[in-house]
Protein backbone atom coordinates (compact mmCIF):
# COMPACT_ATOMS: atom_id res chain seq x y z
CA UNK A 1 0.00 0.00 0.00
CA UNK A 2 1.18 3.30 -0.89
CA UNK A 3 -0.02 6.57 0.68
CA UNK A 4 0.55 10.17 -0.45
CA UNK A 5 0.25 12.92 2.52
CA UNK A 6 1.77 16.68 2.69
CA UNK A 7 0.78 19.65 4.69
CA UNK A 8 0.36 22.85 3.10
CA UNK A 9 -0.85 26.03 5.40
CA UNK A 10 -1.88 29.64 4.87
CA UNK A 11 -4.45 31.93 6.23
CA UNK A 12 -4.47 34.74 3.71
CA UNK A 13 -5.47 38.35 4.33
CA UNK A 14 -6.70 39.88 1.85
CA UNK A 15 -5.82 43.30 3.13
CA UNK A 16 -2.63 42.57 4.83
CA UNK A 17 0.46 44.15 2.69
CA UNK A 18 2.93 41.16 3.69
CA UNK A 19 4.23 39.31 0.80
CA UNK A 20 3.54 35.28 0.42
CA UNK A 21 6.52 33.90 -2.00
CA UNK A 22 7.50 30.35 -1.34
CA UNK A 23 10.51 31.34 1.17
CA UNK A 24 7.60 32.38 3.55
CA UNK A 25 6.54 28.66 3.79
CA UNK A 26 10.29 27.35 4.30
CA UNK A 27 9.18 24.07 2.56
CA UNK A 28 10.50 21.04 3.21
CA UNK A 29 10.77 18.17 0.37
CA UNK A 30 10.68 14.67 0.24
CA UNK A 31 12.72 12.64 3.02
CA UNK A 32 13.13 15.95 5.09
CA UNK A 33 9.29 16.81 5.14
CA UNK A 34 9.27 12.82 6.25
CA UNK A 35 11.28 13.09 8.92
CA UNK A 36 10.12 16.67 10.22
CA UNK A 37 6.36 15.46 9.78
CA UNK A 38 6.62 12.32 11.53
CA UNK A 39 6.83 13.23 15.28
CA UNK A 40 4.85 16.87 15.25
CA UNK A 41 1.99 17.35 17.03
CA UNK A 42 -0.05 18.20 13.52
CA UNK A 43 -2.60 16.21 11.43
CA UNK A 44 0.07 15.39 9.34
CA UNK A 45 1.95 13.97 12.23
CA UNK A 46 -1.07 12.13 12.76
CA UNK A 47 -1.18 10.69 8.78
CA UNK A 48 2.19 9.59 8.97
CA UNK A 49 2.03 7.28 11.96
CA UNK A 50 -1.39 6.15 10.63
CA UNK A 51 0.63 5.17 7.02
CA UNK A 52 3.49 3.33 9.16
CA UNK A 53 0.83 1.60 11.75
CA UNK A 54 -0.63 -0.01 8.21
CA UNK A 55 3.10 -0.98 6.72
CA UNK A 56 2.13 1.58 3.89
CA UNK A 57 5.02 2.99 1.90
CA UNK A 58 4.81 6.73 2.82
CA UNK A 59 5.62 9.58 0.63
CA UNK A 60 5.35 13.17 2.15
CA UNK A 61 6.20 15.68 -1.07
CA UNK A 62 6.55 18.36 0.51
CA UNK A 63 5.77 20.00 4.40
CA UNK A 64 4.85 23.92 4.28
CA UNK A 65 4.06 26.49 6.97
CA UNK A 66 3.46 30.06 6.39
CA UNK A 67 2.63 32.76 9.04
CA UNK A 68 -0.62 34.35 7.73
CA UNK A 69 0.16 37.59 5.08
CA UNK A 70 -1.14 38.80 2.14
CA UNK A 71 -2.53 36.23 -0.68
CA UNK A 72 0.45 33.40 -1.91
CA UNK A 73 2.24 34.33 -4.60
CA UNK A 74 1.16 32.09 -7.76
CA UNK A 75 4.86 30.46 -8.45
CA UNK A 76 4.50 29.81 -4.75
CA UNK A 77 1.15 28.13 -4.93
CA UNK A 78 2.43 26.03 -8.58
CA UNK A 79 5.39 24.77 -6.86
CA UNK A 80 3.30 23.17 -3.61
CA UNK A 81 1.05 21.73 -5.83
CA UNK A 82 3.16 20.21 -8.49
CA UNK A 83 5.32 18.42 -5.63
CA UNK A 84 1.58 16.78 -4.51
CA UNK A 85 0.41 15.97 -7.97
CA UNK A 86 4.23 14.49 -8.72
CA UNK A 87 3.61 12.22 -5.62
CA UNK A 88 0.34 10.91 -6.31
CA UNK A 89 0.85 10.62 -10.41
CA UNK A 90 2.75 7.35 -10.31
CA UNK A 91 -0.54 5.86 -8.23
CA UNK A 92 -1.04 5.41 -4.55
CA UNK A 93 -3.83 3.71 -2.43
CA UNK A 94 -4.74 6.90 -0.31
CA UNK A 95 -4.12 10.50 -0.32
CA UNK A 96 -4.46 12.52 3.39
CA UNK A 97 -3.81 16.08 3.28
CA UNK A 98 -2.85 18.91 6.43
CA UNK A 99 -4.17 22.34 4.89
CA UNK A 100 -5.71 25.47 5.93
CA UNK A 101 -8.46 26.36 4.64
CA UNK A 102 -8.58 29.99 3.94
CA UNK A 103 -5.59 30.27 1.58
CA UNK A 104 -5.85 33.02 -1.23
CA UNK A 105 -3.49 33.10 -3.93
CA UNK A 106 -2.67 35.77 -6.75
CA UNK A 107 -5.04 33.82 -8.79
CA UNK A 108 -7.39 31.54 -7.03
CA UNK A 109 -9.47 32.82 -4.41
CA UNK A 110 -10.30 29.05 -3.07
CA UNK A 111 -6.68 28.10 -3.22
CA UNK A 112 -7.41 24.66 -1.27
CA UNK A 113 -10.54 23.78 -3.65
CA UNK A 114 -7.95 24.77 -6.30
CA UNK A 115 -5.48 22.08 -5.41
CA UNK A 116 -7.97 19.64 -4.69
CA UNK A 117 -9.54 19.92 -8.18
CA UNK A 118 -6.33 18.95 -9.52
CA UNK A 119 -5.54 16.00 -7.51
CA UNK A 120 -9.15 14.75 -8.00
CA UNK A 121 -9.17 15.21 -11.81
CA UNK A 122 -5.50 12.53 -11.51
CA UNK A 123 -6.59 10.33 -9.05
CA UNK A 124 -10.72 10.29 -8.92
CA UNK A 125 -11.23 7.25 -7.26
CA UNK A 126 -8.57 7.66 -4.76
CA UNK A 127 -9.93 7.65 -0.95
CA UNK A 128 -8.93 11.66 0.36
CA UNK A 129 -9.34 13.20 3.30
CA UNK A 130 -8.58 16.56 4.46
CA UNK A 131 -7.93 17.93 7.72
CA UNK A 132 -8.38 22.08 8.00
CA UNK A 133 -8.61 24.65 10.74
CA UNK A 134 -11.03 26.13 12.70
CA UNK A 135 -10.40 29.03 10.87
CA UNK A 136 -11.03 27.78 7.40
CA UNK A 137 -13.07 29.82 4.89
CA UNK A 138 -15.01 26.28 3.62
CA UNK A 139 -16.16 26.12 0.02
CA UNK A 140 -18.39 23.69 -1.51
CA UNK A 141 -15.50 23.27 -3.92
CA UNK A 142 -13.90 21.57 -1.25
CA UNK A 143 -16.50 19.63 0.67
CA UNK A 144 -17.43 18.23 -3.12
CA UNK A 145 -13.65 16.65 -3.87
CA UNK A 146 -13.19 15.29 -0.59
CA UNK A 147 -14.15 12.14 0.91
CA UNK A 148 -13.65 12.82 4.38
CA UNK A 149 -13.35 16.57 5.92
CA UNK A 150 -13.04 17.59 9.35
CA UNK A 151 -11.80 20.49 11.22
CA UNK A 152 -9.69 21.70 14.37
CA UNK A 153 -12.14 21.69 17.52
CA UNK A 154 -9.95 23.98 19.65
CA UNK A 155 -8.63 27.61 19.86
CA UNK A 156 -5.47 28.31 20.51
CA UNK A 157 -5.05 24.78 18.62
CA UNK A 158 -3.98 21.94 20.55
CA UNK A 159 -5.90 19.25 18.52
CA UNK A 160 -4.09 19.09 15.31
CA UNK A 161 -3.59 15.47 15.38
CA UNK A 162 -6.37 14.69 16.75
CA UNK A 163 -8.36 15.75 14.03
CA UNK A 164 -5.61 13.71 11.45
CA UNK A 165 -6.58 11.34 13.70
CA UNK A 166 -10.08 11.42 12.71
CA UNK A 167 -9.73 11.77 9.81
CA UNK A 168 -7.44 8.99 8.47
CA UNK A 169 -9.57 6.80 10.62
CA UNK A 170 -12.29 7.22 7.72
CA UNK A 171 -10.10 6.89 5.24
CA UNK A 172 -8.81 3.82 6.81
CA UNK A 173 -12.31 2.56 6.83
CA UNK A 174 -12.64 2.93 2.82
CA UNK A 175 -9.10 1.07 2.92
CA UNK A 176 -10.69 -1.60 5.05
CA UNK A 177 -14.33 -1.80 4.53
CA UNK A 178 -15.78 -0.20 1.09
CA UNK A 179 -17.12 2.96 2.97
CA UNK A 180 -18.43 5.17 0.59
CA UNK A 181 -18.92 8.45 3.00
CA UNK A 182 -20.87 11.43 2.42
CA UNK A 183 -20.26 15.07 3.04
CA UNK A 184 -22.55 17.92 3.66
CA UNK A 185 -21.82 21.89 4.23
CA UNK A 186 -23.79 24.65 5.15
CA UNK A 187 -22.68 28.11 5.16
CA UNK A 188 -24.95 30.37 7.01
CA UNK A 189 -24.50 34.31 6.09
CA UNK A 190 -22.28 35.41 8.85
CA UNK A 191 -18.76 36.56 10.23
CA UNK A 192 -17.67 35.60 13.74
CA UNK A 193 -15.13 38.33 15.23
CA UNK A 194 -11.93 36.06 16.37
CA UNK A 195 -12.04 36.95 19.38
CA UNK A 196 -15.28 34.87 20.11
CA UNK A 197 -13.97 31.82 19.18
CA UNK A 198 -11.77 31.20 22.24
CA UNK A 199 -13.16 27.21 23.06
CA UNK A 200 -11.32 27.25 26.69
CA UNK A 201 -13.76 29.94 28.21
CA UNK A 202 -17.64 29.81 28.52
CA UNK A 203 -18.92 31.17 25.35
CA UNK A 204 -20.48 30.72 21.44
CA UNK A 205 -17.92 28.79 20.10
CA UNK A 206 -17.39 26.46 23.06
CA UNK A 207 -20.74 26.00 22.48
CA UNK A 208 -20.82 24.95 19.37
CA UNK A 209 -18.10 23.09 19.22
CA UNK A 210 -19.78 21.02 21.80
CA UNK A 211 -22.54 20.73 19.72
CA UNK A 212 -20.56 19.39 17.12
CA UNK A 213 -19.35 16.88 19.05
CA UNK A 214 -23.04 15.57 20.47
CA UNK A 215 -23.40 15.69 16.50
CA UNK A 216 -20.76 13.03 16.16
CA UNK A 217 -22.34 10.45 18.32
CA UNK A 218 -25.09 10.42 16.21
CA UNK A 219 -25.65 6.95 14.25
CA UNK A 220 -23.59 7.64 11.06
CA UNK A 221 -21.61 10.46 11.57
CA UNK A 222 -18.05 10.32 11.58
CA UNK A 223 -16.79 14.02 11.49
CA UNK A 224 -18.74 17.04 12.68
CA UNK A 225 -17.11 20.45 12.62
CA UNK A 226 -17.85 24.40 13.32
CA UNK A 227 -15.75 26.60 11.46
CA UNK A 228 -15.20 29.74 12.79
CA UNK A 229 -13.92 31.31 9.25
CA UNK A 230 -11.42 33.87 8.68
CA UNK A 231 -13.30 37.40 8.20
CA UNK A 232 -9.97 39.34 7.45
CA UNK A 233 -10.57 37.99 3.61
CA UNK A 234 -12.37 38.91 0.96
CA UNK A 235 -14.06 36.40 -0.73
CA UNK A 236 -17.85 35.32 -1.26
CA UNK A 237 -17.41 32.28 1.31
CA UNK A 238 -15.73 33.87 3.94
CA UNK A 239 -17.44 33.23 7.12
CA UNK A 240 -18.72 30.55 9.15
CA UNK A 241 -19.56 27.40 8.17
CA UNK A 242 -20.53 23.50 8.82
CA UNK A 243 -19.31 20.12 7.51
CA UNK A 244 -20.45 17.06 8.73
CA UNK A 245 -19.11 13.43 7.04
CA UNK A 246 -21.50 10.49 7.14
CA UNK A 247 -21.76 7.06 6.02
CA UNK A 248 -24.82 8.48 4.61
CA UNK A 249 -25.90 11.64 2.91
CA UNK A 250 -29.17 11.92 5.03
CA UNK A 251 -27.22 11.70 8.65
CA UNK A 252 -24.77 14.27 7.08
CA UNK A 253 -27.23 16.82 5.46
CA UNK A 254 -29.55 16.49 9.35
CA UNK A 255 -26.40 16.97 11.54
CA UNK A 256 -24.80 19.64 9.13
CA UNK A 257 -28.61 21.51 9.08
CA UNK A 258 -29.07 21.48 12.63
CA UNK A 259 -25.75 22.34 13.74
CA UNK A 260 -26.09 25.37 11.29
CA UNK A 261 -29.42 26.39 12.44
CA UNK A 262 -27.78 26.71 16.09
CA UNK A 263 -25.03 28.97 14.33
CA UNK A 264 -27.76 31.31 13.34
CA UNK A 265 -29.49 31.82 16.58
CA UNK A 266 -26.22 32.20 17.89
CA UNK A 267 -24.91 34.46 15.67
CA UNK A 268 -25.44 37.80 17.97
CA UNK A 269 -22.59 36.28 20.86
CA UNK A 270 -19.95 35.90 17.80
CA UNK A 271 -19.84 39.69 17.78
CA UNK A 272 -16.68 41.40 19.49
CA UNK A 273 -17.10 45.12 19.86
CA UNK A 274 -13.76 46.49 20.62
CA UNK A 275 -13.03 49.18 23.13
CA UNK A 276 -11.22 52.06 22.57
CA UNK A 277 -7.20 52.17 22.94
CA UNK A 278 -7.94 55.05 25.61
CA UNK A 279 -10.35 52.73 27.65
CA UNK A 280 -7.78 49.72 27.64
CA UNK A 281 -4.86 51.51 28.50
CA UNK A 282 -7.08 53.11 31.60
CA UNK A 283 -7.93 49.56 31.97
CA UNK A 284 -4.49 48.46 32.20
CA UNK A 285 -3.25 51.57 34.77
CA UNK A 286 -6.68 50.12 36.77
CA UNK A 287 -5.28 46.32 37.11
CA UNK A 288 -1.56 47.96 38.52
CA UNK A 289 -2.97 49.59 41.14
CA UNK A 290 -5.34 46.51 42.46
CA UNK A 291 -4.38 43.32 43.92
CA UNK A 292 -2.27 40.44 41.93
CA UNK A 293 1.04 39.13 40.83
CA UNK A 294 2.60 39.43 37.16
CA UNK A 295 2.34 41.46 34.71
CA UNK A 296 -0.87 42.81 33.25
CA UNK A 297 -1.05 41.41 29.53
CA UNK A 298 -1.84 43.86 26.44
CA UNK A 299 -3.00 41.95 23.77
CA UNK A 300 -2.45 44.24 20.36
CA UNK A 301 -5.06 42.24 18.40
CA UNK A 302 -5.25 44.97 15.69
CA UNK A 303 -1.51 44.18 14.54
CA UNK A 304 -1.98 40.16 15.68
CA UNK A 305 0.54 38.21 13.85
CA UNK A 306 -1.20 35.25 13.32
CA UNK A 307 -3.83 37.07 11.43
CA UNK A 308 -1.85 38.89 8.98
CA UNK A 309 -0.25 41.66 11.19
CA UNK A 310 2.61 43.37 9.93
CA UNK A 311 3.98 43.67 13.57
CA UNK A 312 4.78 47.02 13.28
CA UNK A 313 1.94 48.91 14.89
CA UNK A 314 3.10 50.79 17.40
CA UNK A 315 0.09 52.60 18.90
CA UNK A 316 -0.58 50.07 22.08
CA UNK A 317 3.36 51.03 23.07
CA UNK A 318 2.86 55.04 22.07
CA UNK A 319 0.06 54.88 23.83
CA UNK A 320 1.63 52.86 27.48
CA UNK A 321 4.46 55.44 27.14
CA UNK A 322 2.58 58.60 27.06
CA UNK A 323 0.25 57.38 29.89
CA UNK A 324 3.07 56.88 31.85
CA UNK A 325 3.26 53.55 32.74
CA UNK A 326 6.38 51.58 32.97
CA UNK A 327 8.08 48.02 33.52
CA UNK A 328 7.25 47.40 30.23
CA UNK A 329 8.19 44.68 28.26
CA UNK A 330 7.43 44.80 24.65
CA UNK A 331 7.65 42.97 21.55
CA UNK A 332 8.37 41.39 19.44
CA UNK A 333 8.16 44.16 16.63
CA UNK A 334 9.42 43.70 13.10
CA UNK A 335 11.07 46.22 11.94
CA UNK A 336 14.73 44.85 10.27
CA UNK A 337 15.92 48.51 10.05
CA UNK A 338 15.75 49.59 13.63
CA UNK A 339 18.09 45.26 14.03
CA UNK A 340 20.22 46.21 12.42
CA UNK A 341 21.05 49.50 13.65
CA UNK A 342 21.00 47.83 17.19
CA UNK A 343 23.27 44.87 15.98
CA UNK A 344 25.56 47.68 14.65
CA UNK A 345 26.21 49.97 17.74
CA UNK A 346 26.14 46.33 20.45
CA UNK A 347 25.43 45.77 23.75
CA UNK A 348 25.93 48.66 25.87
CA UNK A 349 25.64 51.26 23.11
CA UNK A 350 23.40 53.88 23.84
CA UNK A 351 21.06 54.79 20.75
CA UNK A 352 18.16 57.08 19.72
CA UNK A 353 16.09 55.55 16.53
CA UNK A 354 12.49 55.07 15.18
CA UNK A 355 10.82 51.89 15.87
CA UNK A 356 8.32 50.21 14.12
CA UNK A 357 5.21 52.38 11.56
CA UNK A 358 7.28 51.54 8.50
CA UNK A 359 5.46 49.33 6.50
CA UNK A 360 2.06 51.22 4.77
CA UNK A 361 -0.79 49.83 5.47
CA UNK A 362 -3.41 50.16 2.67
CA UNK A 363 -6.66 52.22 3.50
CA UNK A 364 -5.39 53.15 6.86
CA UNK A 365 -3.40 56.28 7.90
CA UNK A 366 0.44 55.75 8.47
CA UNK A 367 2.25 57.25 11.30
CA UNK A 368 5.82 58.08 11.97
CA UNK A 369 7.91 55.83 13.76
CA UNK A 370 8.22 55.73 17.73
CA UNK A 371 11.36 57.61 18.73
CA UNK A 372 12.72 56.28 21.70
CA UNK A 373 16.48 56.60 23.14
CA UNK A 374 17.82 53.68 25.26
CA UNK A 375 20.62 51.20 25.66
CA UNK A 376 21.21 47.77 23.64
CA UNK A 377 20.48 45.77 25.74
CA UNK A 378 20.90 42.34 24.07
CA UNK A 379 21.61 40.69 20.39
CA UNK A 380 20.87 37.30 19.50
CA UNK A 381 19.67 35.31 16.77
CA UNK A 382 15.79 35.15 17.50
CA UNK A 383 15.69 31.41 18.20
CA UNK A 384 14.04 29.09 20.49
CA UNK A 385 11.86 25.60 21.27
CA UNK A 386 8.63 25.87 22.57
CA UNK A 387 7.70 24.24 25.48
CA UNK A 388 3.87 23.50 24.12
CA UNK A 389 0.83 23.48 24.28
CA UNK A 390 1.12 24.45 20.69
CA UNK A 391 3.62 23.33 18.47
CA UNK A 392 5.94 21.69 21.43
CA UNK A 393 9.41 20.95 20.61
CA UNK A 394 9.56 22.68 17.38
CA UNK A 395 12.30 25.10 16.80
CA UNK A 396 11.33 28.35 15.86
CA UNK A 397 12.86 31.52 14.62
CA UNK A 398 11.94 35.61 14.14
CA UNK A 399 15.54 36.40 12.52
CA UNK A 400 17.96 38.53 14.56
CA UNK A 401 16.59 39.89 17.68
CA UNK A 402 17.72 43.18 19.56
CA UNK A 403 16.80 44.41 22.94
CA UNK A 404 17.00 48.38 23.58
CA UNK A 405 16.01 49.35 27.33
CA UNK A 406 14.38 52.76 27.40
CA UNK A 407 14.25 52.91 31.37
CA UNK A 408 10.03 52.42 31.09
CA UNK A 409 10.30 50.04 28.44
CA UNK A 410 12.37 47.12 26.99
CA UNK A 411 11.50 47.03 23.14
CA UNK A 412 12.37 43.45 21.92
CA UNK A 413 13.01 44.16 17.97
CA UNK A 414 13.00 41.52 15.49
CA UNK A 415 13.89 41.01 11.73
CA UNK A 416 10.75 39.28 11.29
CA UNK A 417 6.92 38.80 12.08
CA UNK A 418 6.48 36.40 14.59
CA UNK A 419 3.47 35.08 16.79
CA UNK A 420 4.82 35.29 20.74
CA UNK A 421 4.13 31.27 21.14
CA UNK A 422 6.27 30.81 24.27
CA UNK A 423 8.28 32.39 26.92
CA UNK A 424 11.30 31.48 24.86
CA UNK A 425 10.43 34.51 22.94
CA UNK A 426 11.42 36.36 25.53
CA UNK A 427 14.14 34.48 27.40
CA UNK A 428 16.18 33.86 24.74
CA UNK A 429 17.05 37.34 24.62
CA UNK A 430 17.70 37.75 28.49
CA UNK A 431 14.01 38.86 29.32
CA UNK A 432 11.86 37.26 31.78
CA UNK A 433 8.55 37.81 31.34
CA UNK A 434 7.12 37.12 34.35
CA UNK A 435 8.68 39.74 35.82
CA UNK A 436 8.16 42.38 34.06
CA UNK A 437 4.58 45.08 35.27
CA UNK A 438 2.71 45.19 31.59
CA UNK A 439 3.56 43.16 28.73
CA UNK A 440 2.36 43.92 25.32
CA UNK A 441 1.91 41.46 22.89
CA UNK A 442 1.18 41.07 19.10
CA UNK A 443 -1.02 38.01 19.63
CA UNK A 444 -4.56 37.84 20.06
CA UNK A 445 -4.81 34.03 21.02
CA UNK A 446 -2.53 31.68 20.83
CA UNK A 447 0.05 33.74 23.80
CA UNK A 448 -2.42 32.35 25.76
CA UNK A 449 -1.61 29.03 27.19
CA UNK A 450 1.55 30.23 28.05
CA UNK A 451 1.26 33.89 29.10
CA UNK A 452 -2.17 34.35 30.59
CA UNK A 453 -1.34 31.91 33.81
CA UNK A 454 2.02 34.49 34.48
CA UNK A 455 -0.50 37.67 34.26
CA UNK A 456 -2.45 39.17 37.07
CA UNK A 457 -4.73 40.64 34.04
CA UNK A 458 -5.53 40.56 30.20
CA UNK A 459 -6.28 43.63 28.69
CA UNK A 460 -7.68 43.44 24.62
CA UNK A 461 -6.03 46.41 22.76
CA UNK A 462 -7.38 47.62 19.42
CA UNK A 463 -5.02 49.60 17.25
CA UNK A 464 -5.13 50.08 13.64
CA UNK A 465 -3.58 47.64 12.06
CA UNK A 466 -5.35 44.98 9.19
CA UNK A 467 -6.17 42.51 12.10
CA UNK A 468 -8.57 45.00 13.38
CA UNK A 469 -11.52 43.39 15.14
CA UNK A 470 -14.01 46.50 13.35
CA UNK A 471 -14.67 45.12 10.04
CA UNK A 472 -15.70 48.60 8.81
CA UNK A 473 -12.10 49.59 8.06
CA UNK A 474 -11.82 46.89 5.52
CA UNK A 475 -13.28 47.59 1.80
CA UNK A 476 -14.97 44.10 1.04
CA UNK A 477 -15.66 43.95 -2.26
CA UNK A 478 -16.25 40.00 -3.27
CA UNK A 479 -18.06 38.70 -0.13
CA UNK A 480 -21.31 37.88 -0.48
CA UNK A 481 -23.76 40.09 0.90
CA UNK A 482 -25.94 40.90 2.73
CA UNK A 483 -24.30 39.12 5.82
CA UNK A 484 -24.41 39.85 9.40
CA UNK A 485 -22.83 41.86 11.31
CA UNK A 486 -22.00 44.03 8.76
CA UNK A 487 -25.63 43.81 7.31
CA UNK A 488 -27.90 43.94 10.70
CA UNK A 489 -30.82 43.04 8.90
CA UNK A 490 -29.26 40.00 7.12
CA UNK A 491 -31.73 36.93 7.10
CA UNK A 492 -31.23 33.58 6.34
CA UNK A 493 -33.51 30.80 5.87
CA UNK A 494 -31.38 27.59 6.81
CA UNK A 495 -32.00 24.45 4.00
Known amino acids: MRIVTARVNHETNTFSPLATPLSAFSPLWGDEALAAGRDATTALGA ?3 FAEARGARVAVPVTAH ?7 ADDAFEALAAAIL ?4 PGCDAILLDLHGAMVTESHDDGEGELLARIRALAPNVPLGVALDLHGNVTPRMVAQCDALAGFKTYPHVDMAETGDRVAAIVGRMLDE ?3 PACAFVHPP ?5 LRMDTRVPGPMRDAVRAASAAEARPGVLAATIFGGFSLADLREAGVS ?4 AETQAAADAAARDLARGLWAARRDFVY ?7 SIAAAKAALAGPGHGPVLLLDHGDNCMSGGTCDVMDVLAAALEAGIEGIVAGPICDPAAVATLHAAGVGATVELGIGNRVPLPGLARQAPLTVTGTVAALGDGRYVITGPTYTDQLCGMGRAAVLDTGAARILVAEQPHEPWDLGVFTASGIDPAGARVLILKSRMYCRPVFEPIARAVVECASRGVTSSDYGLFPFEK ?3 PIFPLDADAAWTPP
Open 47 to 49: FIR
Open 66 to 72: ANPSGPV
Open 86 to 89: EAIR
Open 178 to 180: GLR
Open 190 to 194: MLAHT
Open 242 to 245: VTVT
Open 273 to 279: TQAPLAE
Open 479 to 481: LAR
